[in-house]
């Protein structure tokens, strides 16, 4: 049986969790590029909040931190994910480094479309860019999300639409990039 502070702590958490819930999710799905993997994410994130409510909940900012933590867990499951890709390729890379004329991989299409463009980017300008232009935050919000200056946010966010544009192709202005990825937030695929 509960005291009343912890059904207090019971009710607050319900309601951080119905209106957090859907934003986290997006959040994870764009910095990841799974959408499988962002309901997991996101669940997993405010089930460490749970563990920490009473904490988060005294704390300024517990939307930031919510998103912090499903920030780390989504480098996590990259990072895991990358070590995975390079032991399958070990295990079945060719032995005897002989070429056997076979060609490098599939031909890359010319067109990449945003999501796949944001994959390609380095987690932290890949979090730069998703949180700003597809979150709306602030350059301050951001760094406090990310656990960075806003120098940096501010030169990772720069750094990311150039590299957007480079993805997207030299026909795609910084404004359209921004404008691609902010179309995101709502859905494409979610």
Known sequence: MGTAVDDAAAAEFHEFFAAHY???AR????L???????DDLAADALLALWHRWDRV????????????VVANLARTRIRSAVRERRRIALFWAPRGGGDDGAAEGPDVPA???VQEALRRLP????????????FDLSERDTSLVLGISVGTVKSQTSRAV???Q???GPETPAARVRVAVAAQRSGGER
């Open 57 to 68: 909940r005294e704390a300024g900012h517990p939307v930031a931190y919510a998103r912090g």
């Open 111 to 113: 067109v990449v479309d």
């Open 123 to 134: 987690f932290r300008k890949r979090a730069c860019v998703v949180l700003r232009h597809a």
């Open 166 to 168: 480079r993805l997207l």
């Open 32 to 38: 990841t590029g799974e959408a499988d993997a962002a």
């Open 22 to 24: 859907a934003e986290l």
């Open 27 to 30: 959040l994870a799905h764009l």
């Open 162 to 164: 150039a590299e957007l």
